[in-house]
T-cell receptor, first 113, second 110 residues
Framework: GAVVSQHPSWVICKSGTSVKIECRSLDFQATTMFWYRQFPKQSLMLMATSNEGSKATYEQGVEKDKFLINHASLTLSTLTVTSAHPEDSSFYIC?????????FGPGTRLTVL | AQRVTQPEKLLSVFKGAPVELKCNYS??????LFWYVQYSRQRLQLLLRHISRESIKGFTADLNKGETSFHLKKPFAQEEDSAMYYCALSLNQAGTALIFGKGTTLSVSS
């Protein structure tokens, strides 16, 4: 199957700083990638759809100025959490669709102190 | 609005017992339904896709459009089946994401 990687796997930062999370498609090209957020023992909530070469589409209630998404190439999408606060602490997961099947990255655990 | 409902948060069974994880969806169009599994400390991985109609690890699921259901079944549970199971819906439109249910934790004990 297709492989989606994320970096870093975990990050701890101070409140007020910005954190960038990378999502890469290793063996395929992805014009669209999806960013999810998962709280402990809860389901995945779609945050935004990342489109290569154009603006991301954000779900209702997701602050686009806080969660900046850039999809500059067919294999890389980045999510930057700007001015992070403790309530942004969560597990962030990216996904891409190949041949009708959705593949997921391993996730990035963000802890904001 | 499109929605996926998994009514059970936790399902505990003994090894060898039958398992049925329930999933209902709401969507007026022609959906694609999936079951994804997340083992402890691992990424989500595809278990079943309704259009493929195959059995993976002994699990099967049939799409019932009349009841708008896509229940996951296995006749004899194994301890290694213990995991979080998510039912998910795709609108079958280019560029649209999966919509997940809240998930059901399956716990199989000996």
């Amino acid at each position: 199957g297709a492989v989606v990687s994320q970096h870093p796997s975990w990050v701890i930062c101070k409140s007020g700083t910005s954190v960038k999370i990378e999502c890469r498609s290793l063996d395929f090209q992805a014009t669209t990638m999806f960013w999810y957020r998962q709280f402990p023992k809860q389901s995945l909530m779609l945050m935004a759809t990342s489109n290569e070469g154009s603006k991301a589409t954000y779900e209702q209630g997701v602050e686009k100025d806080k969660f900046l998404i850039n999809h500059a190439s067919l294999t890389l999408s980045t999510l930057t959490v700007t001015s992070a606060h403790p309530e942004d602490s969560s597990f962030y997961i990216c996904s891409a669709r190949v041949a009708g099947v959705f593949f997921f990255g391993p996730g990035t655990r963000l802890t904001v102190l | 609005a499109q929605r996926v409902t998994q009514p059970e948060k936790l399902l505990s069974v003994f090894k060898g017992a039958p398992v049925e994880l329930k999933c209902n969806y709401s969507y007026s169009g022609s959906p694609e339904l999936f079951w994804y599994v997340q083992y402890s400390r691992q990424r989500l991985q595809l278990l079943l896709r309704h259009i493929s109609r195959e059995s993976i690890k002994g699990f099967t699921a049939d799409l019932n459009k009349g009841e708008t259901s896509f229940h996951l079944k296995k006749p004899f549970a194994q301890e290694e089946d213990s995991a979080m199971y998510y039912c998910a819906l795709s609108l079958n439109q280019a560029g649209t994401a999966l919509i997940f249910g809240k998930g059901t934790t399956l716990s199989v004990s000996s």
